[in-house]
C-alpha cells in the first residue's frame, strides 16, 4: 500500500495532490502555490509523505479495530456457553428487567461449542455446555418460559424432520422453576445457560446431535435446529 502511494507521489502528483486535499490530509492551496522545482516543493514532497504514511496508518488501524471488534462480538456468542460454565454469569445484569414469561414459542435458537467439555480433573469429556434463546415472532427480543424444556442428545446424525419420531440417546429435562436458576443475559438478550453432564453413561459415539424441545400448552411441539457436536473417550 505505501509503495503504491509513494509512487504516484512521485509520479503522478497532480492526481494525488487532488485526492490528499479532498480526504483532508494535506493542504491543496499550500500544494498549489509552490512550483515542481522549488524548495519549497521539496519540502511540501516530504510533508505529502508524511501525510500519505500517517493517512495510512489511520486507515489501517480503522480497519483493523473493526475486523478486532467483529471478531470479539463473535467470539461471545460462541463462548457465552463455556463462560456461562465457568461462572454464573459477567452477562448477568440487572440494568434491563426479565421479561414475563411466555406459554408459547415459535423458534429457538441454541449456540454451543462443537466439542463436549470436560468438568473435572479427568481427561475426557464430561457433557455440553449450551445456550438456548427462545423467540416469538411479535416480539423483538428473546422471551422467557414457564413450561418444561428439554434436551434431545443423539448417538447419530439426526436432521431436524426426524427428531419427532426417533428415540434420544439421553434428555435433560428443566421444569419452568428449574430454566429461572439458569437464567443469564447475553449480548443476544435473556436467555438460558446450561451445563449438561451425562455422568456414567456416556455416549459411545464419537458425534453425537444435540435438540432442544419445547412443549407448549396448546399446539405442536417446537424444537431448535440440531447442532453436531464431536466427542472424544474418556
Known amino acids: 500500500m505505501w509503495a503504491r502511494t509513494l509512487n ?4 503522478r502528483p497532480g492526481r494525488l495532490r487532488h485526492r490528499l486535499a479532498a480526504s483532508g490530509c494535506i493542504d491543496d492551496a499550500k500544494a498549489s502555490s509552490a512550483s515542481p522545482s522549488s524548495p519549497a516543493s521539496s519540502s511540501l514532497g516530504l510533508e505529502q509523505t ?14 483493523l479495530n473493526i475486523t478486532v471488534r ?15 460454565g465457568c461462572g454464573r454469569s459477567i452477562y448477568h445484569s440487572t440494568l434491563r428487567p426479565v421479561p414475563e414469561t411466555v406459554s408459547n414459542v415459535d423458534h429457538i435458537t441454541m449456540l454451543s461449542l ?14 455440553l455446555n449450551v445456550q438456548v434463546y427462545l423467540f416469538r415472532v411479535d416480539r423483538a427480543q428473546p422471551v422467557t418460559v414457564n413450561r418444561t424444556l428439554e434436551f434431545l442428545l443423539f448417538e447419530q446424525r439426526v436432521a431436524k424432520s426426524e427428531l419427532a419420531d426417533l ?3 439421553g434428555i435433560w ?13 447475553s449480548i443476544v438478550g435473556w436467555g438460558y445457560a446450561m451445563e449438561l453432564r451425562w455422568d456414567h453413561r456416556p455416549p459411545k459415539s ?11 400448552p396448546q399446539g405442536p411441539d417446537v424444537y431448535s435446529d440440531p447442532i453436531v457436536i464431536s466427542v472424544g473417550q474418556k
Not at 173 to 185: I, K, N
Not at 206 to 216: G, I, N, Q, W
Open 8 to 11: 504516484a507521489c512521485l509520479y
Open 70 to 84: 467483529f471478531i470479539a462480538v463473535t467470539m461471545l456468542v460462541i463462548l457465552s456457553p463455556a463462560l456461562e
Open 206 to 216: 464419537r458425534t453425537v446431535t444435540l435438540a432442544v424441545r419445547y412443549r407448549p
Open 114 to 127: 462443537p466439542v463436549a467439555i470436560n468438568f473435572d480433573h479427568i481427561p475426557g469429556p464430561d457433557g
Open 50 to 63: 508524511h501525510s500519505i504514511v500517517n493517512c495510512s496508518n489511520s486507515a489501517i488501524n480503522g480497519h
Open 173 to 185: 429435562s428443566f421444569s419452568g422453576a428449574d430454566l429461572a436458576r439458569h437464567l443469564s443475559r
Open 167 to 169: 428415540e434420544p440417546f
